[in-house]
């Protein structure tokens, strides 16, 4: 059924996603604002539920592209959220008629928003990923045959680019240079399905799950009870670790907020300490003798009292955080995705560790 | 009037650019080769002056671009010289009339016949420089106000990236980009202006004078007179120096080949020593103790005894060789152009040097 998403919603839609965003997709409340000010100046957005999309619908994915370290300083503008779905539609040569999210993530689940209300178009409760991945060729989508390409990139100054490339991956190389050169942070829009592709490919509800995450976070605060507790349960969770911040170490890299961050535990933990290694998004999450999660998997850290998703680039020594884990789309664990977004892709030589502590199998290598 | 372009001439022409490529423009050989096959798969092409280019024609530039250092290794294909003619001709809706050449230079004379042949279009006698630039936005078009935009690259592998941008120089950004990441060497087609446009923008009879060039080159060695003695008659020029190649450093950064030549002279020489300075092109030409020419004029390098161009990736110690000096278009020599082309913005803080020893006026500074 769908739904009016106005206001009061984009501030839960925007808490959940930043936990879901497992540090990744920017400072959430930068994407509500910008999706504040669009419902504001062109009233509510219709979200419709996959079942709904009829199967000749025209649907792009909106998202921003970049570090988010950088996104917090720079902030698009309504022009530049339209401007790459207009790009894609004028270059299919069929008008747009479903917006959606390629990621849930901050500012990704946000900025869909704004797009959508701008633009004045439906928006879809779905996304790519049911979390945040650092490149743009990791979506579920890519697993189905869409291609990201035509693929258009906007930036705050009005430049466009529309890439049609061989493949997602050479979409994203192009693309990751462009945006570093546009300033380190653009509006993308592209991988265009229809109806029937998006209702096979996307996660279904996803915005409606940040929404009543994000609700439920709030709830749990306002009537004193842990609000981790309620994470766990609707993430169908659980809690990894909890301790102080000690070091951050983080750089702006090739497009990407690349680092690590060590968590000690007060005296009578399991574990003294828990390392976090993140490209955007947390990747792998370590004690000094042992992994316990990695991607795509979901490695969330937050407030240890409040229970605020906490993003990458917000991270600092002395917070007091609690890191949680949660199963990702099942999608997300066969072989063929585990080789997009699987911890040897980002340069980790282990096994995917799923949330529970079991791991995936590895894909038959030969004797040599 | 126009002319019949058939492969008889292709080698003429591109040895006439080679020179007038001032260094830049690669391989001319190669170039060459590309246009022969098209003009025999396809037939020959209608070469036609810009008088007769009608008021309402659609234009299009077409050049490589990247380093010459790369294209020399990495040879386009047909397809690949079509692709962004059509991806610009689609992303206007209007079908492309005319192809031009941005350059003059080996394989940016060239390519455009190709391009021509294999689209079955009708070739421009003119382009966009009068010599060769390293930087996509430096063509006489600019200085008129025709946008780079929209502007397609296209690489071998299929890889489309089509631009539209706020101005010329982020053009040349986002493109400059996009091409190191495409491998250094792409095709591009941009510019698009109607006939009138043309008409004022472009530099006249410059394929015929390449062409010319290159035939009273090949005259004068095969009657034994001096081919250098033809060229600067033709190109109204000097002859500066002349010497061995001493010394060649040459790097590949950024996208450009850069780097510097040092040629000594035997004895009884005016001056011991001249350097050479180039940017894919020959920016600055000096001896030990004075700047003798710089961009935006024309500084050449030839065999001392066949006055074949000598291309900058070409230079090797050992070569003895003529450096030629020679007027560019006058247009290049207006304030607002040497902005865009003179020493200064390739960061050689010195005023421009004409070919004959003058100097240009510098703009007036406000005493601080």
Known sequence: MS????????????????????GGG????????????????????????????????????????????????????????????????????????????????????????????????????????????????????????????PLALA???????????VDNTWTERIARVACVEMGCSVIISGFPMDGATARAALVPDSLSHCGNIGSAILAAREEKRDPVGAIVELVRGRELFGGKVVDVQRGTTAGFA?????????????????????QNEHLVARTDTKVLVTAPDLIMVVDHDSGEPITTEALRYGQRVRVLAAPSDPRWHQPEALAMVGPRYFGYEMPSHRWDGSTDPEPATVAS
């Open 26 to 149: 920017g400072d959430p409340y930068i994407g509500a604002l910008l999706a504040r000010q669009a419902l504001a100046e062109h009233g509510p957005v219709t979200a419709v539920t996959l079942e709904e999309v009829p199967d000749d619908a025209v649907v792009l994915t909106v998202a921003m592209m970049g570090a988010p370290t950088v996104m917090v300083e720079k902030l698009p503008s309504l022009k530049e959220v339209m401007a790459p779905v207009r790009a894609v539609g004028e270059y299919l040569g069929r008008p747009v008629t479903h917006v959606a999210c390629a990621e849930v993530g901050g500012v990704n689940s946000t900025i869909p928003i704004a797009a959508a209300a701008a633009l004045g178009l439906p928006l879809i409760d779905a996304d790519g990923m049911g979390r945040a991945f650092p490149e743009l060729q990791m979506v579920l989508p890519t697993l189905y045959g869409v291609t990201a390409s």
């Open 3 to 22: 739904w009016i998403l106005d206001a009061g919603r984009v501030e839960d839609i925007a808490r959940g996603a930043a936990l879901l965003g497992t």
């Open 155 to 165: 930036d705050e100054k009005g430049n466009v680019s529309v890439l049609n490339t």
């Open 258 to 278: 690349r680092g690590r961050a060590r968590i000690e535990a007060g005296s009578g933990a399991e574990a003294s300490a828990l390392e976090l290694n993140f």
